[in-house]
């Protein structure tokens, strides 16, 4: 925290909350220390929202129910982020009042120290105590887990000084005491001197228990000693810290106060010079936790400073005597006098230890183990206390001093005990005598009484059996070795002597008769220490002969194990039998004595820990001992597998076997399978623990799987598996015409045949373009099925078949619904319609419309109109052909031709052809009204008369009149945009003209849509928009915002030039080549990965929206030019994308293609 931010937190919160805020603050820390995260100050930490949902995630247990941004920049996802984590909250049934996403957001450290309690309260006190969620608030119907811990804290505090109580958990608690003695309460032996502690000194108790509760029950110093003795502390501090304290336990092993155990030592213990610091040390390990008191009192009585620093568990005590004479010291421990705790050291005044006198053979040359001495003379140096230090080869020597008060001389003896330079260190009044340390040097000589007999190896001698044992000849000096062995007769035995250091030897002999053999050890020639051993010489015991047999390596647990030792062959019956665990625990075994040197052992094992099987004769083990056997527990294998479920024919069944528990051994396999079943069963090992039991059956009908476990039936076994026939969906067949074609609002119907694929379950999903179509297979036979739908839309259909959720042969097929025939497409245009002759018109029509309810004659009606040449047809050359029609269901057309041109040469011109079709708003939608929309239709016949006016119509007779083309006012291509029909020619036919008029040829140039253009690609553009900030960092980045600048200009660019209005050549046809060959294959590539990336894998279905945006744009290709250059080049593009895609998806591992794109296409 920065100076300035210091003292806005200053300024902004009174003291206690100022506490309340660090306190909660390292609270927080310490909930975010598993994901290494921290707060600095509680005002900005949860600004951004980051470290609020972490905080939320780690007490809820619940991860973050949506995506956040990990590295906010401004301010929207910084309270979104906060909004997310409060919502976390709210999901865990915490109820948040008066505070949002901008009081966080603005560092409104009121309601955020009131959200953080809350956290407290509900996910720490609640929980450590106990309590219900009704009971959480205090207003449930027990009581409130705030009052619940002060109650439980108040019970625990006890033995405090007489008056002192604890009534609140503010004041009370300033002198540390309440929190000592809590932690006393919570581990006893962890802060045993709590009640012999000083009320005054407040900060050094509250430091003594927070140092403890960390150190003993791994308590964090959530809260500070400083502010524990505030009197302006915080309530909530305080017991958000006692609520760490509700469950913790020791971490460290405590012991009960020992002062028994605690050592003193040093040579502050001893003597002191004045003025000088002096030390000594107190070592209280084994003593458990309490408080060392140390009282120096000089020879007045006066008291001595001191100071005491400890270090683990040792305490190092430093004075400086101000006077010379007797100090008196006094150490307690948690107020109990300890062992050597009362000690006297002598003070002493300066002294000139250079006056020092040293004389003597023992500062020039020693013998081992021979005495020796030298003289101190301190007749001059004054009064003072002398210590001698003697250290040898082998460590400190001990040191004789005798003082001579009338001479003022010391006489100082030691005896060297091993070869090798001696350091003499002389101190006076504490300082070292000039000259010192003084070198010895120490010689060797003979010491027998220093030799020491090992006598290991000398037990149960066997005959035939060479005995070793060791002679330790350390400070023996230079000696000779020498062991005799004698046996009964007197007859003296082979001994070998060998060094196995400068120091040891080792004697080895092999005794030839049985009978008491006498081993003598001499040194130099002189008798050694227990230097004369008899023993017993056996006869070999033949432990080979040793049987043991029924060992069971693999006992059942509860169950007793037995087996039989046989010792009638060793020469000796003394059996001992010990079974012991992995830990070393003996297990209790059973002998039985089968008489003849025969034994019967029994034991139960009680857990599946190895058990070692230990077998001695004699105290020695027999070959085969120790014998390690496994036990196992059949009871603990868990064996899972679905036994409810139909299995299928030629379906593997696996059978999970989870062994953990049970113990090492071999599982066995049972298979009972139906006759004639070559079913192959078998185990296999897919972790330590798990087996995994598969077969395959080949036949249907009950399969009973048995599991052994070291030849142990298993409990949890026999598993039944029902096993049903397998179907074979090759051997469905589906047909009719409902799987091929169909019309609009008419029911198409198919059938499947599924009779001779076996049992399964038959799946059927029909979709239009747009909207999926619900149908119910209706099973008309065995096996047989009949299914019926009725399109309500015209294009290519899905229709998916399965079964045994497998697809058929030929699913997904794909029938084209065309719109149903009707007379409502049948439009009529031309002169022939003015006046009388639209009365005639009508007719037509209501002669249409009876044809159009005969499908057979309006098919054959429509083919005749189809074959005539010329398509402007009088009312009388109608009624020829209706009547044709009437006549008979199929007209020779020819015939009728004939009599229409009879009737076309008198009669006036009525044009008639097939309205194109129009894609209706809804379905059942129908064309508009004909005589107002009628088009003239752009044939123009390829023979003209050459008689024939130039603008008349090609197809027109040589002698018909020629009517002079009207004035059609102009429409504005806003209008002609916007779907206004052109106005009618015949509404500025002049009166006076009775010319006829030919009929204006149509144009038939589809026209571009540059508003269809820009809107999809503002489409388009917003679907990389959004696509790119779906990112980490949640902005586009240059490359994404640089492609969708130019793909906009693109278009825009496009739509200019389509529209005549960017004027450059052949520009227009430049840019739909480009588009279609490169930015198409570019921009699918690019949304597909983008798409891929976000989503986490590459899948093809996830491109249905982008395929879509993009199919769009070649919608415009086909309609705007419609010609092959252009389908080749939307083909090219469409294949290019979807290809690099389907490679992204190989890459992803999906599903095949017909389950990613056919079925989801079908079930959405």
């Known amino acids: 925290m920065s100076d300035s931010e210091e003292e806005n937190f200053q300024v902004e919160l009174p003291e206690w909350a100022q506490i309340q805020r660090k306190t909660f603050t390292r609270w927080c820390n310490q909930q975010l220390k598993p994901r290494s995260l921290g707060i600095e100050d509680l005002k900005v930490g949860l600004k951004d929202g980051t470290n609020l949902i972490n905080l939320v995630e780690l007490l809820t247990q619940n991860p973050s129910p949506t995506r956040y941004t990990k590295k906010p920049r401004i301010k929207m996802q910084m309270m979104e982020n906060i909004g997310i984590g409060l919502k976390i909250l709210t999901d865990d049934g915490i109820k948040l009042v008066n505070i949002g996403n901008e009081d966080i957001y603005e560092g409104n450290m009121k309601l955020i120290l009131g959200l953080i309690w809350t956290l407290i309260l509900h996910y720490q006190i609640s929980i450590c105590m106990d309590v219900k969620d009704d009971d959480k608030d205090g207003k449930g119907s027990g009581v409130s887990a705030k009052k619940q811990l002060q109650n439980w804290a108040t019970d625990l505090i006890t033995n405090l000084p007489e008056g002192k109580t604890v009534r609140n958990f503010t004041t009370d608690w300033n002198d540390g005491l309440a929190l000592c003695s809590m932690i006393e309460a919570v581990a006893p032996g962890l802060c045993p001197e709590y009640s012999s502690l000083d009320p005054n000194a407040r900060l050094e108790n509250a430091r003594l228990g927070l140092d403890r509760a960390e150190q003993g029950l791994g308590v964090p110093k959530i809260i500070e000693a400083e502010d524990l003795v505030n009197p302006n502390i915080d309530e909530l501090s305080v017991l958000t810290y006692v609520s760490l304290l509700k469950n913790a ?24 010079l004045v003025n000088t610091p002096t030390q000594f040390f107190v070592d209280t390990s084994g003593a458990g936790f309490g408080k060392l008191d140390v009282e120096i009192r000089d020879c007045h009585g006066n008291t001595v400073p001191m100071e005491l620093w400890k270090k683990d568990n040792e305490t190092k005590v430093q004075y400086t005597p101000q006077i010379p004479g007797p100090h008196k010291f006094h150490v307690t421990y948690n107020k109990v006098d300890i062992p050597g705790g009362d000690f006297t050291v002598k003070v002493l005044a300066p002294t000139d230890s250079t006056k020092i006198k040293l004389s003597g ?90 030799i020491k007999i090992l006598t290991k190896g000398l037990e149960n001698p066997t005959v035939g059996t060479e005995m070793k044992f060791a002679v330790c000849t350390v400070g023996a000096g230079n000696g000779d070795l020498k062991v005799t062995v004698v046996d009964e007769d007197g007859h003296p035995l082979k001994v070998t002597i060998g060094d196995i250091d400068p120091d040891n030897k080792e004697v080895r002999v092999t005794p030839e008769h049985p009978g008491k053999h006498r081993v003598s050890v001499t040194w130099s020639g002189h008798p050694v220490p227990d230097g004369e051993i008899d023993l017993e010489v056996k006869k070999p015991l033949d432990l080979l002969a040793c049987i043991v047999s029924d060992v069971n390596s693999n006992p059942v647990v509860g169950t007793q194990a037995h087996f039989t030792v046989d010792c009638s062959k060793v020469g000796s019956d003394d059996l001992k039998v010990e079974i012991v665990d992995s830990k070393g625990d003996p297990l209790h075994v059973t002998i039985d004595n089968l008489g003849s040197g025969r034994f019967g052992a029994s034991y139960t094992p009680l857990s599946v820990d190895p058990l070692k099987i230990n077998l001695k004769i004699e105290d020695c083990h027999i070959p085969s001992s120790p014998i390690t056997v496994h036990p196992i527990d059949p009871t603990k294998i868990i064996v899972v597998v679905d036994s409810d479920k139909d299995w299928k024919v030629g379906e593997p069944v696996e059978l999970a076997v989870d ?66 026939p397998r179907a074979d969906v090759k051997a469905v067949v589906v047909s009719g015409d409902g799987v091929r074609e169909g019309q609009v609002g008419k029911t198409a119907v198919f059938t499947i045949d599924a009779s001779a694929a076996g049992p399964g379950d038959l799946d059927v999903k029909v979709r239009g373009p747009k909207n999926p179509i619900d149908v119910t297979p209706i099973e008309i036979g065995d096996g047989l099925y009949e299914v019926t739908y009725v399109p309500t839309e015209e294009g290519s259909h899905i229709i998916a078949v399965k079964y045994a959720d497998q697809h058929v042969p030929g699913s997904a097929f794909r029938p084209q619904i065309e719109k149903a025939s009707s007379a409502d497409d049948v439009v009529a245009y031309g002169k022939g319609l003015e006046g009388d002759i639209l009365v005639a018109m009508t007719e037509v029509e209501s002669s249409l419309d ?102 008349a119509p090609a197809d027109a007779p040589a002698d018909a009149p020629v009517e002079p083309e009207p004035e059609v006012p102009e429409t504005s291509e806003s209008e002609h945009e916007a779907g206004i029909p052109d106005a009618d020619p015949k509404d500025d036919v002049k009166e006076e003209d009775d010319k006829p008029e030919e009929p204006k040829e149509p144009d038939t140039t589809p026209k571009s849509k540059p508003v269809s253009h820009v809107v999809s690609a503002a489409v388009l ?39 005549d209005l960017l004027v450059v050549e052949k520009l227009s046809d430049w840019l739909n080549l480009s588009f279609n060959l490169v930015v198409c294959p570019i921009l699918v590539t690019y949304l597909g990965v983008t798409v891929s990336m976000c989503s986490g894998v590459c899948d093809l279905g996830l491109m249905v929206p982008t395929l879509g945006a993009l199919l769009g744009v070649e919608l415009w290709v086909l309609v705007e030019h419609l010609e092959p250059k252009s389908i080749a080049q939307g083909v090219v593009a469409t294949v290019g994308g979807v290809f690099i895609h389907y490679h992204l998806k190989d890459i992803g591992n999906a599903e095949p293609i017909m389950e990613e794109v056919v079925e989801p296409v079908v079930e959405e």
């Open 850 to 951: 009876q044809m159009a309810q005969q499908d057979t004659k309006a098919d054959v009606s429509l083919e005749a109109f189809s074959l005539i040449d010329t398509p402007e047809l009088s009312i009388e050359s109608v009624e020829v052909v209706e009547a044709a029609v009437e006549e008979e269901d199929t007209p020779d057309v020819e015939v009728v031709m004939e009599e229409v041109q009879d009737v076309e040469e008198e009669a006036p011109v009525v044009e008639l052809e097939l309205a194109p079709e129009v894609e209706s708003e809804a379905p059942g939608a129908v064309a508009e009204d004909v005589t107002k929309e009628a088009e003239i239709p752009a044939e123009v016949p390829d023979e003209v008369p050459a008689d024939a006016p130039s603008d």
């Open 1021 to 1059: 553009v917003a679907i990389l928009v959004l696509l790119s900030c779906a990112g980490e960092e949640n902005l586009p980045n240059i490359s994404e915002t640089a492609l969708s600048t130019v793909f906009l200009a693109y278009l825009i660019t496009y739509a200019a030039a389509d529209q």
């Open 249 to 272: 336990t020791p971490t460290i092993d405590l012991v009960p106060s020992d002062p028994l155990k605690i050592k003193i030592y040093g040579p502050g213990t001893e003597t002191a």
């Open 659 to 724: 062994i953990t528990d049970a113990g090492p051994g071999q599982l066995g396999i049972n298979l009972s399978a139906p006759p004639g079943s070559g079913t192959d069963c078998h185990a296999k090992e897919v972790s330590p623990g798990h087996m995994t039991v598969v077969f395959t059956p080949t036949s249907a009908g009950d399969h009973i799987v048995n599991l052994t476990y070291s030849d142990i039936n298993v409990p949890a076994t026999p598993v039944v598996i029902k096993v049903v």
């Open 361 to 450: 053979d023992g500062l020039e040359k020693g013998f081992v183990n021979k005495p020796t001495h030298f003289v101190v003379d301190t007749s001059d140096a004054g009064v003072g206390d002398l210590v001698v230090t003697i250290v040898g080869p082998g460590g400190k020597l001990p040191v004789d001093t005798v003082f001579d008060e009338d001479t003022m001389k010391y006489t100082v003896h030691y005896t060297p005990d091993k070869v090798g330079p001696v350091l003499i260190t002389v101190k006076y009044a504490g300082n070292e005598v000039e000259g010192c340390p003084f070198h010895v040097d120490v010689v060797d000589d003979v010491d027998p009484l220093k």
